[in-house]
């Protein structure tokens, strides 16, 4: 077991099995597709993410350099959020673009009953070291165990 | 951050649980980037990204619904984004059922909230609402808080207007308590450019394609391009203008870039130079091989490469008065040469409602029309995202819109012999 140290966006405590990219996450086209047409499982949708086209994202630790992408990134983030179809947590390597923060914040403001915790600034060796399905453990301030 | 008095009685509560809300939404937003202060916005109107009324999306309606509810309004009228559906544009019995009784069955009511918040007109829907013919222009200096990519980064790198990559719903709430977040592009220090580019390539670089080849390389960063005058000239006329909308779109679609200077040419490049680059730039050379390379790396997406175009979309972002009148001469010329009358493929050329407006009032309207080409307010974007569009073959000159959908991506010259010379 790892531990890494992050900053808090948005608190709260979580364990998931890791989904893992290392290129930017394109959150426009990975979730649309998936929301709009019903998919309980989310499967991410970017055609141009190897990593992770195709694979569910609903209830996982999303971990990631940063978002990308169109600037509705945000406000779908928060939709998926408020349709109950989010990543269990999302964990940056780096510090958190806008497009994120904006969803995260969104999220943490306006919808009840969900809880994302959002950590970032773990550094790129959290992203090195992080496997998809490796087990995350979040806690509210900021502690990002892996194992 | 530290809030005035009057930010801090807004965030307590003092004016409404909603406000409190949207003040506490805009204060996270800032911590999360150690904004030490929230600045007035500045700008006379504001320019909203989200247009669409799309059924997935209930939850933006719900959110805006709560705003209404409250009595909240924006203290600044808007424009916002292109509408998603025009019939005008070719679809068939099924995309149309699938757009009209599926998709953006939500539509007529986001547009009726859009007026009660403060929708400057029936008109204002387009990417580029900083043309005259829509009239929603920054000037230099002024703070926005805009969140559609290709106007942001215009308004930063072309009018010297001072505004964050937003996202949608952030962009409503700065105006809704008339305060953003002071960071990043805001600030002297985050405007300063940290990659240098210079251009050498033979000819007048394709404006979309130098957009993805520095947008790819430098990300979210700043680039400061030297070289570029020698193709486009040092003053900011309609054609310059043109091809940095172009340009910027590309470089915020295809990396996440929100102010580009230009050597010798955009307002902060002209006034503080050199004085403009951080120290550590890195440097990105571009030639002709460099452009051929990133296009040859585009991604085909269609099931059949070879397969037939069945659709055309030029103008994305929109089009300015002057690009539809020569892509008119373009297309009329081409045709003439290859001894066709019509176009081979499908075409829709996008532009703004008061644009398309302006040009419905020239005499190259008739002469567009005559080639069978069709103008529209559409969105591109927004017709292309569903399975069933997904699977046409559609051709574009955006490389924004080849980024977010399955359109191929050619450039202009490429484009005009395809629908000019039998399609292929």
Known sequence: MKKFQGRVITPGNVTAEAVVTTQGFNTLASFQMALQF????????????????????????????????????????????????????????????????????????????????????????????????????????GTVEVE | ??????????????????????????????????????????????HLVTSFGLKVMSPVYDLMQTILDAGVA????????PRPIDKNVPANF??????????????????????????????????????DEVGNKPKKGDVLSWAESSAVVYANSVLGARCNRNSGIIDIMGSIVGYVPYFGLLTDEGRKATWIVRVKTTKKPEAQLLGSAIGMKVMEDVPYVYGLTDFIGNELDDAACAYLKDFGAATASNGAVGLYHIDGLTPEAKEQGEALIAEGAKEYIIDDAE??????????????????????????????????????????????????????????????????????????????????????????????????CKKMPVITSSNKLRTYTSARYYTDAEILAAITKGGK
């Open chain 2, 94 to 131: 099924l995309q149309n059922l699938v757009f009209n009784k599926f998709m953006y069955t939500k539509q007529s009511f986001y547009e009726e909230q859009l007026e009660k918040l403060g929708l400057l007109d029936k008109n204002a829907f387009s990417c580029t609402c900083y043309m």
């Open chain 1, 38 to 141: 019903g998919d309980k499982q989310v499967k991410c949708g970017d055609q141009n993410n190897a990593e992770l086209h195709g694979k569910p994202l609903i209830g996982k630790a999303l971990c990631l350099p940063q978002t990308i992408g169109s600037t509705t990134g945000g406000l779908v983030l928060y939709c998926a959020c408020a349709m109950h179809k989010n990543p269990a947590c999302m964990l940056f390597s780096g510090h958190i673009d806008s497009l994120a923060a904006a969803g995260a914040v969104l999220a943490d403001v306006w919808v009840d009953g969900v809880t994302m915790p959002v950590i970032d600034s773990l550094g790129d060796e959290f992203l090195a070291y992080v496997k998809d399905g490796m087990k995350i453990t979040v806690k509210e301030d």
């Open chain 2, 1 to 46: 951050m530290l809030l005035t008095k009057e930010q801090e009685a807004i965030l307590n509560g003092e004016k409404g649980e909603t406000l409190a809300k949207v003040m506490k939404t805009l204060v996270m937003y800032g911590d999360a980037f150690e904004a030490e202060k929230l600045v007035p916005i500045t700008s006379q109107y504001n």
């Open chain 2, 74 to 81: 924006s203290g600044q009228k808007f424009s916002v984004d």
């Open chain 2, 291 to 388: 452009l051929a390379r990133v296009q040859a790396e585009y991604p085909v997406v269609w099931k059949n490469p070879d397969a037939k175009p069945k659709l055309c979309f030029i103008g994305c972002p929109h089009l300015s008065l002057e690009q539809l009148k020569t892509w008119t001469d373009n297309i009329e010329a081409a045709l003439k040469e290859s001894g066709a009358s019509k176009v081979a493929i499908p075409t829709v050329l996008t532009a703004a409602p008061g644009v398309l407006e302006a040009f419905e009032k020239t005499d190259t309207a008739a002469r567009l029309k005559a080639t069978g080409a069709i103008t529209s307010y559409i969105c591109p974007l927004m017709y292309m995202n569903n399975p069933l």
